[in-house]
């Protein structure tokens, strides 16, 4: 993060395009719907927005484009998901509320680069 945003602004992880569709809502299943999600992972929260205009990485920034919803990590669960659609490369990521996503890529080392990285925050949660 830049100079000037410390202490401010949570620090920005990781942003990137990825397929994405929520499959369920407090436990509740839904049908899928891909669409794909300019992804950003700051702080403890992974955010989604859909608008392709804000698929850049100043977005996430406060007063900037407003988000399609957001995820708090803290004691969420990811793990790959391949058996849960006939896309390849995909993960599920499950909110402790029971809000229960699917995330892909077509490209292997994209998705792995961004498990490891998502996985690497709620370790650091679970560690709190
Ligand atoms: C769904 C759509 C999804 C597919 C899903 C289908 O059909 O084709 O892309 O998921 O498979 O049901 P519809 O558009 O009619 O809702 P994947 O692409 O992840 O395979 P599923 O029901 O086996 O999950």
Do not use: C, M
Not at 55 to 62: A, E, G, L, R, T
Not at 78 to 89: C, E, R
Not at 97 to 107: D, I, K, M
Request: glycine share 6%; charged share 30%; hydrophobic share 30%.
């Amino acid at each position: 993060s830049s100079p000037d945003s410390e202490g401010v602004s949570p620090e920005l992880e990781k942003a990137g395009l990825l397929n994405k569709t929520k499959i369920a809502e407090g436990g509740r299943k839904l049908r899928k719907n891909w669409n794909p999600s300019w992804v950003v992972l700051v702080g403890n929260s992974l955010v989604f927005f859909k608008d392709p205009k804000s698929q850049n990485p100043d977005s996430w920034k406060p007063g900037n484009s407003r988000p399609e919803s957001s995820v708090d990590l803290r004691g969420a669960q990811l793990q790959w998901a391949n058996d849960l659609s006939s896309k390849k490369n995909v993960f599920k990521l499950r909110t402790i509320t029971g809000n229960e996503f699917l995330l892909q890529s077509e490209t292997d080392s994209l998705i792995r680069e961004w498990y490891r990285t998502i996985q690497n925050v709620i370790d650091r949660l679970d560690k709190e």
